[in-house]
């Protein structure tokens, strides 16, 4: 994999030279953002995958909500088997499937029963979710190259792990890296929002302290509540399962914190299947989980939210196994200064 990066290199300026141009031509409003009758708030990253924009859009969503808000969420949907708008929740009631709309809206949606929708066309997908559902305001998962609609609010998150990488061809640009556009566009962001998950809090490296010294920037870290049951939805507290020998599962873009966080809640993480991101799973992967979880003599399978909503449907074929996943939550450090910069923004 290493070698085949190494030999994309030469596509990195041509990536390079296409990004600078788009951005100049919003720049200069040769591209135009139209605006809809909702405040915006957008959440998106620099980098492929991984830096917890999910937990921060459900964050994000109730934080407005219980601040009097009438949020929605809206989100592209990837992964999903459907094309165009979809309707996912007119918060009374989910309305249609995991698989038609994507794994990382049907968790925002079960864990904030609010309005959401899906589409690839952000600016109409705004406006037919404010139609349908009378919101006010609007959490934009994933939008940060999305810049054809206006937002109130840019948000720009970061998983901390990746701003300590030494490793360049990881902060190089695509195809090689991992960067979708280079830390100069850091300079669109009303705020920067730096994800240590499970880790302790470290400070930025020096070379890359001139992208944010003008920036708000905040850190947040992720806080393991407990762990539920997939089929009963029973919830249990971490220390239930510290020592127990569980299979891990994950189809997420960086299993590493997932892994990391079982680790210090003292869950036995040695047996583990790691899927690619955003696996849709069949039956072929539940028949191997099953296997690796007798094989290896495990007392439970231990998951991830978003592993979870979409293996919940093969609950008859995991019905003789204790399958569970680990709830998270997104914290602030300073969570007071952060919400009124939230709300200063959009009022």
């Not at 200069?28 to 937990?55: D, E, H, M, R, W």
């Not at 929708?117 to 940060?144: C, F, H, M, P, Q």
């Not at 992208?211 to 509540?225: L, R, S």
Request: hydrophobic residues 40%; positive net charge; glycine residues 4%.
């Amino acid at each position: 994999m290493k070698f085949l990066r190494i030999i994309l290199l030469p596509l990195i300026p041509v990536y390079a030279f296409v990004i600078r141009v788009r951005n100049l031509f919003f720049d200069k409003n040769i591209f135009k953002y139209q605006k809809v009758n909702a405040k915006i708030i957008s959440v998106g990253n620099l980098t492929v995958g991984g830096s917890g924009k999910t937990p921060m859009v459900i964050y994000l969503a109730n934080l407005l909500n219980d601040n009097g808000k009438k949020t929605g969420v809206l989100s592209r949907g990837y992964g999903r088997k459907s094309h165009g708008f979809v309707l996912v929740s007119d918060s009374n009631k989910v309305l249609t499937t995991v698989d038609l709309c994507g794994d990382e809206i049907y968790h925002t949606v079960k864990e904030t029963n609010l309005p959401a929708a899906v589409s690839e066309n952000r600016v109409e997908g705004a406006r037919k979710l404010i139609l349908r559902t009378g919101i006010d305001t609007i959490v934009l998962d994933d939008a940060y190259q999305h810049r054809w609609i206006y937002r109130d609010a840019n948000l720009l998150l970061f998983e901390q792990k990746f701003l300590l990488d030494k490793r360049i061809l990881n902060q190089s640009l695509l195809p090689t890296g991992l960067m979708r556009e280079p830390f100069r566009s850091v300079e669109r962001a009303d705020a920067v929002i730096i994800n240590r998950k499970f880790s302790e809090r470290k400070e930025m490296p020096a070379a890359l302290n001139k992208y944010f010294h003008d920036k708000m920037v905040f850190t947040a870290y992720y806080e393991a509540v407990g762990l539920v049951d997939i089929k009963k939805q029973t919830f249990y507290k971490i220390e239930d399962f510290e020592g127990q020998k569980s299979l891990v599962v994950s189809g997420i873009a960086n299993p590493f914190s997932f892994i990391n966080a079982l680790e210090q809640t003292k869950i036995d993480t040695q047996n583990q299947i790691i899927f690619r991101d955003h696996k849709n799973y069949a039956l072929k992967e539940v028949q191997r989980i099953r296997k690796e979880f007798y094989d290896t003599n495990s007392h439970s399978v231990v998951t991830t939210e978003k592993d979870a909503v979409k293996l919940a449907k093969f609950s008859k074929e995991l019905d003789d196994i204790d399958i569970f996943y680990l709830k998270i939550k997104i914290r602030l450090d300073d969570e007071i200064t952060f919400k009124n910069f939230l709300l200063d923004k959009i009022n």
